[in-house]
C-alpha cells in the first residue's frame, strides 16, 4: 500500500469527528489549530469537549449517526473506544465517497495522519504507511533535533516577503540562488536571534545589492569531550559549517561531527604553549566570514568560561561581522557530574567557585581569603602546574589540610580517571594527573563514595586508601 501525501488547507472547512474522550480530544486539538470547524458525534462529552461545546468552539451533533452527517463535511475522523461504531462510520464514509480515518485501525483508514514536525508555516511530515507509527515518530524526533527552531520565523518572513522578491527578481534560478544565500547566512542568524525587524533589513539589503552575500560566525562550546552533552543548536552549527575552528580541547568524537566536507582548522592552544596566537585567531576568524563562509569557532566546555570566547566576540563586533553564541556544558559542570561529585549539597557547600590557576598577568593575585572560605567546593581551570602552590596558599589562608580534593583528567571522556586525596596531597596528585584537568577542593569530593557512576579505571591516591584517611572522609560525611 502507498499513501499519496497532501496537506489539506481546512480553514473554515467542517470535519466530523466520532467521539469525545481523551483520544478524540487530541484529534480535536489539532484540527483546531489547522482552523477546521469541528462537528461532534458522540452520546456524552467529557469535561474538556463541553467546555469547547459550551464555548461554540465544536457543533455537537447528539449520540446518533447518521450517513447524511457525512455530507456537509470533508472527511470523518472516527476515534471512540467502541469498535463497532468506529466501523459503521467508516463504512458509512465509504459508502458516501468521504475520507475517513480511524484512530488505532489501519484497515478503517482511508487517509491516514502523519507524525509531523512542526516549525511554522513549514511544516515535515513523515509517515510508515500505517505499518508502523512508532517508527514514524521515532524519526519524526531525530529530524526534530536537525531542523532549527528558528526554521518557522525564516519561512514566516520569506512568506511575506514571497511576492516583493518574485518582481524584483524575475527569473527562477535568480531567486532560487537568493534564497539559499538568505537562509543560509545573516538572515539565518537574526531569524535565530529572533530579531524579525533585523532579518527583514538584511533581506531587503540583500535584495536591493549585487554584491555576495556576508558570513557569519558561531561561536559554539563543544562541551568536555562526550559528544553526547553538545546541544541541539551546536550539532546544527557543526553540521552547516564552511570552515571549522577548533582547540585542542575538543575531542576527536566531537571533530568527527563536523560537516563532511567542512575545512577544519587547528587552532589549538594549552597553557604555556600557544600554537596560533589569539590575534592570529582572531584575524582569520573575521577574514573566512568576509569571504562569505558560515565559520564555526569551535571550543571546549563554554565559550565564555576560561575561553577567551569574549575576546574573540569583541573583534567580530569591531570588524561588523554578524555571529551568534551557542554556549556549552562547562567542564566545571560536566566533569564532577561524571565523576560522581556534586558542586553544591545541602550539608557541606553552599556555594561553588570557579577559578583559574593561569591568569593574563602574573600580578593579578587571588582574593585567597574569599578561595579559602569553607563550606564551598572550588574549582580550578589550568591549575595542575601550580597545584602544590595553590594549595600552600589555601592551606596558609585556613583551609583545612584534610579538605578532600579530586583531580579529574579528561572529564566525560571513556578515558576519565578521578585522582582523591587530601589538600595537602594535591601538587602530588596533579603531578600524576593526565591534562586536561580539573581540581576540586570540598567536602563534596567525600560524596563520590556514593555517587561514582561513570568510567573504569578511577585511581585512588595511595594517601587516600589509608585507613586514617578513609575514617576521616567518612567523619566527614557524617
Ligand atoms: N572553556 C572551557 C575551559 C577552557 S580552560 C570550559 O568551559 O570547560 C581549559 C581547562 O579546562 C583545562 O586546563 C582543564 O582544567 C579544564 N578542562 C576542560 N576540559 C576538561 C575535561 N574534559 N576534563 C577535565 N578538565 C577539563
Same mark, same amino acid.
Given at each position: 500500500?502507498?499513501?499519496?501525501?497532501?496537506?489539506?488547507?481546512?480553514?473554515?472547512?467542517?470535519?466530523?469527528?466520532?467521539?469525545?474522550?481523551?483520544?478524540?480530544?487530541?484529534?480535536?486539538?489539532?484540527?483546531?489549530? +489547522? !482552523?477546521?470547524?469541528?462537528?461532534? &458525534?458522540?452520546?456524552? @462529552? #467529557?469535561?474538556?469537549? =463541553?467546555?469547547?461545546?459550551?464555548?461554540? /468552539?465544536?457543533?455537537?451533533?447528539?449520540?446518533?449517526?447518521?450517513?447524511?452527517?457525512?455530507?456537509?463535511?470533508?472527511?470523518?475522523?472516527?476515534?471512540?473506544?467502541?469498535?463497532?461504531?468506529?466501523?459503521?462510520?467508516?463504512?458509512?464514509?465509504?459508502?458516501?465517497?468521504?475520507?475517513?480515518?480511524?484512530?488505532?485501525?489501519?484497515?478503517?483508514?482511508?487517509?491516514?495522519?502523519?507524525?509531523?514536525?512542526?516549525?511554522?508555516?513549514?511544516?515535515?511530515?513523515?509517515?510508515?504507511?500505517?505499518?508502523?507509527?512508532?517508527?514514524?515518530?521515532?524519526?519524526?524526533?531525530?529530524?526534530?533535533?536537525?531542523?532549527?527552531?528558528?526554521?518557522?520565523?525564516?519561512?514566516?518572513? +520569506? !512568506?511575506?516577503?514571497?511576492?516583493? &522578491?518574485?518582481?524584483? @527578481? #524575475?527569473?527562477?534560478? =535568480?531567486?532560487?540562488?537568493?534564497?539559499? /544565500?538568505?537562509?543560509?547566512?545573516?538572515?539565518?542568524?537574526?531569524?535565530?536571534?529572533?530579531?524579525?525587524?533585523?532579518?527583514?533589513?538584511?533581506?531587503?539589503?540583500?535584495?536591493?545589492?549585487?554584491?555576495?552575500?556576508?558570513?557569519?560566525?558561531?561561536?559554539?562550546?563543544?562541551?568536555?569531550?562526550?559528544?553526547?552533552?553538545?546541544?541541539?543548536?551546536?550539532?546544527?552549527?557543526?553540521?552547516?559549517?564552511?570552515?571549522?575552528?577548533?582547540?585542542?580541547?575538543?575531542?576527536?568524537?566531537?571533530?568527527?561531527?563536523?560537516?563532511?566536507?567542512?575545512?577544519?582548522?587547528?587552532?589549538?592552544?594549552?597553557?604555556?604553549?600557544?600554537?596560533?596566537?589569539?590575534?592570529?585567531?582572531?584575524?582569520?576568524?573575521?577574514?573566512?566570514?568576509?569571504?562569505?563562509?558560515?565559520?564555526?569557532?569551535?571550543?571546549?566546555?563554554?565559550?565564555?568560561?576560561?575561553?577567551?570566547?569574549?575576546?574573540?566576540?569583541?573583534?567580530?563586533?569591531?570588524?561588523?561581522?554578524?555571529?551568534?553564541?551557542?554556549?556549552?556544558?562547562?567542564?566545571?559542570?560536566?566533569?564532577?557530574?561524571?565523576?560522581?561529585?556534586?558542586?553544591?549539597?545541602?550539608?557541606?557547600?553552599?556555594?561553588?567557585?570557579?577559578?583559574?590557576?593561569?591568569?593574563?598577568?602574573?600580578?593579578?593575585?587571588?582574593?585567597?581569603?574569599?578561595?579559602?572560605?569553607?563550606?564551598?567546593?572550588?574549582?580550578?581551570?589550568?591549575?595542575?602546574?601550580?597545584?602544590?602552590?595553590?594549595?600552600?596558599?589555601?592551606?596558609?589562608?585556613?583551609?583545612?589540610?584534610?579538605?578532600?580534593?579530586?583531580?579529574?583528567?579528561?572529564?566525560?571522556?571513556?578515558?576519565?580517571?578521578?585522582?582523591?586525596?587530601?589538600?595537602?596531597?594535591?601538587?602530588?596528585?596533579?603531578?600524576?594527573?593526565?591534562?586536561?584537568?580539573?581540581?576540586?577542593?570540598?567536602?563534596?569530593?567525600?560524596?563520590?563514595?556514593?555517587?561514582?557512576?561513570?568510567?573504569?579505571?578511577?585511581?585512588?591516591?595511595?594517601?587516600?586508601?589509608?585507613?586514617?584517611?578513609?575514617?576521616?572522609?567518612?567523619?566527614?560525611?557524617?
Amino acid at each position: 500500500m502507498s499513501h499519496y501525501p497532501l496537506f489539506a488547507d481546512l480553514r473554515n472547512r467542517p470535519v466530523l469527528l466520532a467521539g469525545a474522550g481523551k483520544v478524540a480530544e487530541r484529534k480535536a486539538e489539532s484540527l483546531f489549530s +489547522a !482552523g477546521a470547524r469541528v462537528r461532534v &458525534v458522540a452520546e456524552t @462529552l #467529557n469535561p474538556q469537549f =463541553q467546555q469547547w461545546a459550551d464555548e461554540g /468552539k465544536i457543533v455537537w451533533l447528539g449520540g446518533l449517526f447518521e450517513e447524511a452527517m457525512l455530507d456537509e463535511v470533508y472527511f470523518v475522523i472516527a476515534a471512540t473506544d467502541n469498535g463497532m461504531f468506529n466501523r459503521r462510520v467508516f463504512e458509512a464514509a465509504e459508502r458516501r465517497v468521504k475520507l475517513c480515518n480511524t484512530v488505532d485501525t489501519a484497515d478503517l483508514c482511508s487517509f491516514i495522519v502523519p507524525a509531523v514536525v512542526d516549525r511554522g508555516p513549514l511544516k515535515i511530515a513523515i509517515s510508515s504507511g500505517g505499518t508502523a507509527p512508532v517508527l514514524a515518530r521515532k524519526w519524526r524526533q531525530i529530524i526534530e533535533t536537525l531542523i532549527p527552531l528558528h526554521t518557522g520565523t525564516m519561512a514566516r518572513i +520569506a !512568506g511575506k516577503w514571497r511576492e516583493k &522578491v518574485k518582481q524584483v @527578481l #524575475n527569473n527562477v534560478e =535568480q531567486r532560487r540562488y537568493f534564497w539559499e /544565500k538568505l537562509f543560509d547566512g545573516r538572515f539565518g542568524i537574526f531569524a535565530a536571534q529572533n530579531n524579525i525587524e533585523a532579518a527583514e533589513r538584511e533581506l531587503i539589503t540583500q535584495l536591493n545589492r549585487e554584491t555576495p552575500f556576508g558570513g557569519e560566525v558561531v561561536l559554539v562550546g563543544a562541551g568536555p569531550g562526550d559528544p553526547g552533552l553538545l546541544t541541539i543548536h551546536a550539532l546544527q552549527a557543526i553540521q552547516a559549517a564552511d570552515t571549522v575552528f577548533y582547540d585542542a580541547l575538543v575531542s576527536d568524537e566531537i571533530l568527527a561531527m563536523v560537516r563532511k566536507d567542512a575545512v577544519k582548522i587547528s587552532v589549538g592552544k594549552r597553557a604555556g604553549a600557544h600554537h596560533v596566537q589569539q590575534e592570529e585567531t582572531n584575524r582569520l576568524l573575521v577574514e573566512h566570514a568576509q569571504k562569505g563562509e558560515r565559520v564555526v569557532r569551535l571550543k571546549g566546555g563554554d565559550p565564555f568560561v576560561f575561553g577567551r570566547g569574549g575576546e574573540e566576540v569583541q573583534t567580530l563586533h569591531q570588524a561588523g561581522i554578524a555571529y551568534r553564541i551557542v554556549p556549552g556544558i562547562t567542564a566545571a559542570l560536566g566533569a564532577t557530574a561524571y565523576a560522581g561529585i556534586p558542586l553544591t549539597h545541602r550539608d557541606c557547600a553552599q556555594s561553588a567557585l570557579f577559578v583559574t590557576g593561569h591568569s593574563k598577568h602574573e600580578g593579578n593575585q587571588p582574593d585567597w581569603q574569599t578561595l579559602a572560605l569553607s563550606r564551598q567546593t572550588l574549582v580550578i581551570y589550568m591549575g595542575t602546574l601550580k597545584a602544590a602552590e595553590i594549595a600552600e596558599k589555601l592551606m596558609a589562608y585556613g583551609r583545612q589540610p584534610s579538605t578532600p580534593v579530586a583531580v579529574i583528567s579528561n572529564g566525560t571522556l571513556p578515558n576519565q580517571t578521578v585522582r582523591i586525596g587530601r589538600l595537602k596531597d594535591l601538587g602530588l596528585l596533579a603531578a600524576e594527573a593526565e591534562r586536561p584537568a580539573l581540581m576540586v577542593i570540598g567536602e563534596v569530593v567525600a560524596l563520590r563514595n556514593e555517587m561514582k557512576w561513570f568510567g573504569e579505571g578511577v585511581e585512588y591516591f595511595e594517601e587516600a586508601r589509608s585507613e586514617e584517611h578513609t575514617s576521616e572522609l567518612q567523619s566527614l560525611r557524617e
